[in-house]
């Protein structure tokens, strides 16, 4: 916490790979440019950063790999804003910057020995990567890994071969689902809406802690069918996604209630936002 | 800190100013511009008036200015450099002739640059402030200091407080050590006290309320989710102004822009009650109405800051009502949340 | 004022309309806008001197409109206001019930916007003599001693959009200025940047501009930025014989042509 | 003021004056190089904000052309236009940008000579007046400036 250091400035980083998720989805691999700041960064599972084209402004993703998984990190990000729009015109080899990690963190170890239940719809599965992918490394400390995936369309589901990967790994149970209208022919996994999928799936709430993630809609309906399938609020997590621009609870966009999202978030369990007020 | 009290005799006023001046300090002091008094950067004694209640804008830009640049950085073909901002280049300020409300307000916003993280740019901009403040002879309806716990003679965070007295001279009052040492360098400016009391030359400000049993009311979550704020924000435009003269809102955009090769990311201010302040790219506004984010501006400063920051988001200054094209007037709100709630 | 009261508490108590956007007496001697919900309420209805600011504002501002079917006291920018915004397509016609204050300050009761129309016909308010006065002043300079007058003016702005709020022209959910792809006007205040938001402004409201001159009025740090729109409404009456809002049939100057409009620069 | 070349930034249609100005060069008659011409649909297209921010990027002058009235791709999109320059004109009169640095005009795809001449004539008022200072002194020239003088804000 010196105060001599510029908490704006970014790390330079390589754009190593490039992988074109679903429609104006993308997924990059980046690489410090600088090695030293590659040996001091470290990060934890659902923290984000602040990703950035130089000239075009910052936008706020979450880390979407691994923690446990060194040397790159990886975000993926749709097309929408100047940001992101400037973000996808970019090749391999090129260099942007990104700062990080801020926020707080899921708390992976206090859930060992829980069976997990992962809810994301469209492009919200991202930031739970992140925490799949840190726990199914640590597989043996876990019990059931549910994951239930819904996108808009087959075409928007991101992360397809991993989704394969999951598929095939008999300690994963993935169900992926598209909206009504949204499937091909050969689509084999369900139809529905997230929140109606899971009603019909009713996971048990025995020693399970469910984590969700999602555009607003999904959440306001998925939360209280777990509630029903008697989750306790306390082992229901969500993440929110204010819009942020610091990363300090400074700038003051993220402010809901007495928190900062950008510090006390973007991990929240439902008991506590339930003490914060309808601001996210 | 114990204080010391001198005296500055009326015709050594400009001799304060002159030793101030020749040792290379800018100083920012409050000028007549047209029909308002307006803090500006001044090169002789005489632009400076003392014949104001309030200024139009705070001085907060002194610390938190309008534009800072971040980092400035050069694009050439796929690489990026950065460069750093030569924060030697920072000058030395004298804030001259300050309310003391307005000084407090450096509080607030200390509160808010360094209550985590602490930011450079502000802790340096800080360090290089000298405060002269003045004791307040005048006030009016939108003053509402004495309700937060401040007052038209407050001493808090000044270097040096001025009260003028009946004949023209002044009581100044050492507050802080840079303070102390200013006087001790200007044996000739700073004389012994004279026989007179502060608190006969100060302007009484009415309390409207008492911030000790307004915060925990804001605090209250019947508070929030009262239609008080509806009914008292349907005039409200939604612009920025009210945030933008505060002397304690600091609330930031961070952006990029340049000429071709040669770019800077800078912050400059922005404000809650903008509409586009949280819309998400989506579309979904978190504060989608302007009550929201009116109740949101009371909330940051009666509720929020004192829990988190410990300090009231709010130095009774008044300058947002008189800035606000449509009477949203702060001080009466808030007594009648005190009064209702 | 006590016509309107009255006809104010009738509509009330009659339940014609839910809501009667009026001044009311405010803070150290300030008049702001009040919301009239009751018909107990419409002794608070105040009209005088002070009463300038376009209530037409709030006609399309979401809680407002929230409150169910309403009335608005105008004076003669707040009618021209009604009329431009029907045109917009903003409000339904004849579905906000105006208590119209005459030129003269006499209480005026229209049934209809062609009543309104009518009015307006014989009189339409003016820019005041002190506006007029400054606009020939600047109008007199050489084309460098206006840039500079408006670089120096418009050096302080802030951008608090102040001026952009109290408009009842600039209901743009997206305002222009807000557009980052590309970024057309700089977000932070600077000196380029502040002539181009209050260009970008004046040409927006060439041709629907009420003359209330509320931007001015409300500006914080007392820009004239109304001077901009002012002096656009003269340029759009001189050449183009139309003031906006007269009338709900026609078209904003800049959202129409005619075969004939005269020019003497196009080579 | 002789070695003064300036940046002139063009505006003009797709369906006339391009065309126009592709002739002008089949025809191989010559006309200054210092114009980077901006193919539009319509002239009804080019928002004003398009000129301010040319004029942001350094140019010294503008050229705005499109089809002769009546003659308009689209029927009605050059009056529309036209309309909007009138009062266009005005107001950077008023706010002191100078209109003597913008050429309007109408030139048919059939009037190669016009575009040349056009072209030409502006160049040389551009050079008469000189590079549009007072502009870039706030924009483009001011901020390389303060960029490389490092100075610092506030």
């Given amino acids: 916490m010196s105060s001599i250091e510029n908490i704006y400035k970014p790390y330079l980083m390589r754009v190593e790979k490039i992988t074109n998720e679903a429609p104006d989805v993308r997924t990059f691999r980046l690489k410090f440019a600088n090695p030293e700041d590659a040996a001091s960064f470290s990060f934890k599972a659902g923290q984000f950063g602040e990703y950035s084209v130089l000239g075009e402004g910052e936008s706020t993703f979450c880390i979407a790999s691994a923690p446990t998984r060194k040397d790159y990190i990886e975000c993926t990000f749709r097309r929408v804003g100047k940001v992101t729009s400037a973000l996808s015109k970019l090749e391999e080899g090129d260099t942007m910057s990104f700062r990080g990690p801020y926020g707080n963190i899921f708390p992976i170890e206090d859930w060992k020995g829980k069976n997990l239940l992962y809810i994301a719809g469209g492009i919200a599965l991202p930031p739970m990567r992140c925490v799949i992918w840190n726990t199914v490394d640590l597989r043996q400390d876990y019990k059931d890994i549910t994951i239930l995936y819904g996108a808009r369309t087959v075409a928007d589901l991101v992360y397809k071969h991993e989704l394969q990967e999951w598929t095939d790994r008999p300690d994963i149970k993935l169900v992926t689902t598209v909206d009504p209208g949204g499937e091909t022919p050969d689509w084999k996994g369900e139809v529905g809406f997230v929140p109606t999928v899971l009603e019909k799936m009713a996971p048990s709430s025995e020693n399970t802690v469910a984590i969700v993630c999602g555009p607003p809609v999904m959440i306001k309906f998925t939360l209280p069918i777990l509630s029903k399938l008697g989750f306790k609020d306390e082992d229901i997590f969500t993440t929110l996604e204010n819009r942020m621009k610091c990363g300090f609870g400074k700038c003051g966009r993220c402010n809901v209630g007495k928190v900062f999202v950008c510090k006390d978030g973007p991990v929240f369990t439902l008991a506590q936002l339930k003490e914060l007020p309808q601001e996210y | 800190m114990s204080m010391e009290i001198k005296s500055i005799q009326k015709d050594s006023l400009d001799k304060l100013f002159n030793s101030l001046k020749s040792r290379g300090n800018l100083i920012y002091a409050p000028v007549k511009v047209k029909n308002e008094v307006q803090f500006d950067f001044v090169e002789k004694f005489e632009q400076i008036t003392d014949d104001f209640i309030q200024t139009t804008q705070s001085v907060k830009n002194s610390v938190f200015p309008k534009i800072e640049t971040l980092f400035k950085f050069v694009k050439t073909g796929k690489e990026v450099k950065m460069l750093d901002m030569d924060m030697s280049l920072i000058p030395e300020i004298v804030i001259w002739g300050i309310h003391p409300c307005d000084v407090w307000g450096f509080d607030s916003l200390r509160a808010i640059f360094t209550w985590d993280t602490h930011d450079m740019f502000f802790e340096k901009r800080m360090d290089k402030l000298t405060i002269i403040g003045m004791s307040c002879a005048k006030a009016d309806d939108y003053c509402f200091c004495t309700s937060v716990n401040l007052g038209p003679g407050s001493t808090k965070g000044s270097d040096v407080l001025l009260t003028k007295t009946g004949n023209g001279d002044y009581i100044a009052e050492l507050v802080s050590d840079k303070g102390k040492a200013l006087a001790t360098s200007m044996p000739d400016v700073f004389v012994q006290a004279v026989q007179s009391k502060k608190e006969d030359f100060l302007v009484v400000v009415e309390k409207r309320f008492d911030s000790e049993s307004l915060i925990p009311k804001m605090q209250k979550k019947e508070t929030f989710d009262s239609p008080f704020w509806v009914t008292n924000s349907l005039r409200c435009l939604g612009c920025g102004a009210c945030a933008y003269v505060c002397p304690t809102c600091a609330c930031f955009d961070i952006q990029d822009e340049g000429y071709g090769a040669r770019n800077i990311r800078f912050r400059c201010w922005d404000s809650c009650g903008l509409k586009q302040f949280t819309i998400h790219t989506s579309g979904h506004n978190p504060r989608e109405v302007q009550s929201q984010r009116w109740r949101q501006r009371l909330m940051h400063k009666f509720a929020y800051m004192p829990e988190r920051n410990k300090v009231t988001g709010c130095v009774g200054c008044g300058k947002c009502s008189r800035a606000c094209p449509v009477d949203m007037n702060i001080a009466e709100q808030l007594q009648e949340i005190d009064q209702k709630m | ?267 | 003021m002789s070695d003064f070349t300036p940046k002139i930034t063009a505006f003009v249609c797709n369906w006339c004056t391009y065309a126009g100005a592709d002739l002008t060069g089949t025809s191989r008659m010559k006309y200054s190089a210092n114009v980077k011409i901006i193919r539009f649909p319509c002239t009804g297209r080019v928002d004003f904000m398009l000129l301010l921010k040319a004029f942001d990027n350094g140019a010294d002058g503008i050229i705005v052309s499109g089809c002769h009235p009546n003659d308009c791709h689209y029927t009605s999109g050059n009056f529309h236009a036209r309309r909007r320059w009138i009062v266009f004109r005005n107001l950077c009169d008023f706010m002191g940008i100078d209109s003597r640095r913008i050429t309007f005009s109408w030139v048919s795809a059939a009037e190669g000579g016009k575009w040349a001449e056009i072209v030409n004539s502006t160049t040389e008022k551009v050079i008469e007046l000189g590079p549009y200072k007072r502009y870039s002194q706030i924009s483009k020239d001011g901020f390389i400036n303060e960029f490389e003088k490092g100075t610092i804000n506030g």
């Avoid at chain 3, 707040?78 to 003269?104: A, F, H, P, W």
């Avoid at chain 3, 060439?206 to 901009?228: E, N």
């Avoid at chain 3, 002012?230 to 009338?247: E, I, P, Q, W």
Wanted: with cysteine; aromatic share 8%; net charge negative.
């Fill in chain 3, 1 to 267: 004022m006590d016509s309107l009261r009255r006809k104010a508490q009738q509509l009330l108590e009659s339940k014609e309309v839910d809501c009667i956007i009026g001044y009311n007496e405010g803070s150290s001697g300030n008049v702001h806008a009040g919301f009239i919900t009751t018909p107990g309420q419409a002794e608070k209805l105040i009209f005088d001197d002070r009463c300038k600011q376009n209530l037409g504002v709030y006609l399309t501002k979401h809680e407002v409109m929230r409150l169910g079917k309403l009335a608005i006291v105008a004076p003669v920018p707040v009618m021209r206001t009604v009329l431009i915004l029907t045109y917009e397509c903003q409000i339904v016609e004849n579905s906000v019930k105006v208590l119209g204050i005459g030129l003269d300050g006499q209480f005026l009761d229209f049934n209809e916007y062609a009543d309104i129309e009518k009015y307006l016909t014989d009189h339409c308010n003016e820019h005041p003599e002190e506006d007029k006065k400054l606009i020939e002043k600047i109008s007199a300079m050489s084309v460098e001693e206006r840039w500079d007058f408006w670089h120096e003016t418009l050096k302080p702005c802030i951008k608090c959009f102040a001026c952009r709020q109290a408009c009842p022209m600039c209901y743009c959910v997206r305002c222009q200025v807000e557009c980052n792809q590309p970024q057309w006007i700089p977000v932070q205040s600077s000196e380029l940047g502040n002539m181009e938001w209050h260009f970008m402004r004046a040409m927006h409201l060439a041709g629907r501009c009420t003359g209330c001159g509320d931007c001015g009025r409300s500006c914080p740090l007392g820009i004239p930025v109304h001077l901009l729109t002012f002096k656009m409404s003269d340029v759009v009456l001189d050449n183009f014989n139309t003031k906006a809002g007269l009338t709900i049939k026609e078209p904003s100057t800049l959202s129409t042509y005619k075969a004939n409009d005269k020019e003497t620069f196009i080579r």
